[in-house]
């Protein structure tokens, strides 16, 4: 098998090129839908028999905390690949997707706290999900932070991916160990909401918007990526011939 | 010509002499960790109550929060000096697999720091309040845990070696990481107390114990030729 393709993509100015072609039809497929599943979850789907209309909150909530692991996940494979193929462009999708996934994260971590308010009568609590996915916080605002802390890019590139490797091994142990945690100390009042069996017509705006957050993941990192690459690009010829 | 190589286990074990020596010269340094761990404790009593029955519900989750602080605090400067001096330098061109000889080096520093406080830690858990039936079950969860810490620890050192403020960064990057122990830790603690078997999280301790001891060294190793390449 032939991989000029992929050493024909990891060349920043292809690369630049087909995320500059790319980036609309993210951007535009995920507004469509994410507008589509917002109609759909805010007028359509029935409210929740126990939490009335306050349930719509999830259609924000659940796709970001679903998008702050995806994003982790993303950024851990391209850091891996950037690593071993010693493949500049992938270390630089890692650091796009470092942000991306942090905002994702403090949207579910916000969300969530809105919605604990009316349901459970309080800001926070020490739920599972709730905490792990503010450890997730946390391993992001690390990574970032070792990002920034070196004024060798490529240093930065290299130490930070071995920091997102460590950190994805990682986030599985936190996920359950909190879980285990939870399990132990909690009330059972806060799960009762925990494993509802959702209907369709709930879960179908769900799954929308799921899509739709998945494609502006897609647009947002193009975007980023791309000044990324102007970045590090900044005095390489094929730039100065393509302005 | 064949090159006469070192045995593995002979120059990890040189590594770990030259430490234990340096440190015997400059003990007053390796006793600093240990102050601090029994300074922290004697902060809580003096914030929240000096009622020893009280005291005794966080009694474990403070022992393990002040060793966790505790051992950090040595982590930052456990490569610099290696690193400026072109040790780790050498290190890396000897031909000996680089995560062994980190490995030995985290040992001796884990030797240095983790094990007083191990030690320690009945003492100072008697000042909160915990039982001596606790004991057995404190010290090996510590034993463990600060094992586990130590090469987490060592990543972040070698990962922030030569970065500026790198003891705070250091420490961002290690206490998430460090979540799942101080979990597990403090839960054998609590459920010793209450008359349940530890066994559960005592295993699941040893259990991330030896995957950090065995993924650890990859890592480190990792680590430290991004420092020494540059």
């Not at chain 1, 975007?223 to 010829?237: K, M, Q, S, V, Y």
């Not at chain 2, 079950?137 to 070698?158: D, K, Q, Y």
């Amino acid at each position: 098998m032939s991989w000029t393709w992929f050493h024909k993509l990891a060349s920043p100015p292809h690369a630049y090129r087909i995320l500059g072609s790319l980036a609309p039809w993210f951007g535009w497929a995920s507004l469509a839908l994410i507008l589509l599943a917002t109609w759909w979850g805010l007028v359509k789907a029935p409210a929740d028999y126990q939490q009335g209309d306050g349930f719509r909150i999830l259609y924000v909530h659940a796709p970001s905390a679903w998008m702050s692991m995806f994003a982790y996940v993303v950024m851990a494979i391209a850091a891996g690949v950037g690593l071993i193929w010693r493949i500049k462009l992938a270390h630089a999708a890692a650091a796009a997707c470092a942000p991306i996934g942090a905002s994702f994260t403090f949207l579910a971590l916000a969300t969530g706290s809105i919605w604990g308010k009316p349901m459970w009568g309080t800001w926070w609590v020490w739920d599972a999900r709730l905490t792990s996915e503010l450890l997730l916080l946390f391993l992001y605002l690390g990574y970032m932070a070792l990002r920034a802390s070196f004024d060798d890019p490529q240093r930065a590139d290299r130490a930070s991916a071995v920091l997102a490797l460590v950190g994805v091994i990682n986030v599985p142990i936190i996920h359950y160990s909190v879980d285990w945690w939870t399990t132990l100390h909690q009330p059972a009042s806060v799960t009762k909401f925990d494993k509802p069996s959702i209907q369709l017509a709930m879960l179908i705006p769900l799954f929308i918007m799921i899509a739709g957050f998945q494609l502006y993941f897609g647009w947002a990192v193009s975007r980023r990526l791309r000044g990324e690459i102007l970045r590090r690009e900044r005095n390489a010829n094929w730039l100065r011939e393509a302005s | 010509m064949t090159a006469v190589r070192t045995p593995t286990l002979a120059a990890a074990k040189l590594v770990f002499q030259r430490d234990m020596t340096l440190a015997w010269r400059r003990w007053d340094e390796v006793a600093q960790p240990l102050i601090f761990y029994v300074v922290v404790t004697t902060m809580f009593p003096l914030a929240t109550t000096p009622d020893l029955s009280a005291l005794r519900q966080i009694g474990g989750g403070v022992v393990w929060v002040a060793a966790l602080l505790a051992s950090l605090l040595a982590l930052e400067a456990l490569f610099r000096a290696d690193v400026e001096d072109g040790t780790t330098e050498q290190w890396v061109l000897s031909g000996q697999p680089l995560g062994y000889l980190l490995l030995a080096k985290v040992a001796a520093h884990w030797v240095l720091t983790g094990l007083p406080l191990v030690i320690m830690s009945p003492i100072v858990g008697t000042g909160l309040g915990l039982p001596t039936s606790v004991w057995g079950v404190l010290m090996l969860s510590l034993l463990l845990g600060t094992g586990t810490l130590s090469i987490l620890g060592g990543i972040g050192a070698a990962l922030t070696v030569g970065v500026r403020r790198g003891s705070v960064l250091l420490s961002l990057l290690v206490l998430p990481l460090a979540m799942p122990l101080l979990i597990f830790g403090s839960r054998a603690v609590a459920m010793q107390m209450d008359g349940d078997s530890p066994a559960g999280p005592l295993q699941l301790l040893a259990a991330i114990f030896f995957m950090a001891l065995s993924l650890g060294p990859l890592a480190m190793s990792a680590a430290i030729r991004i420092s020494v390449e540059n």
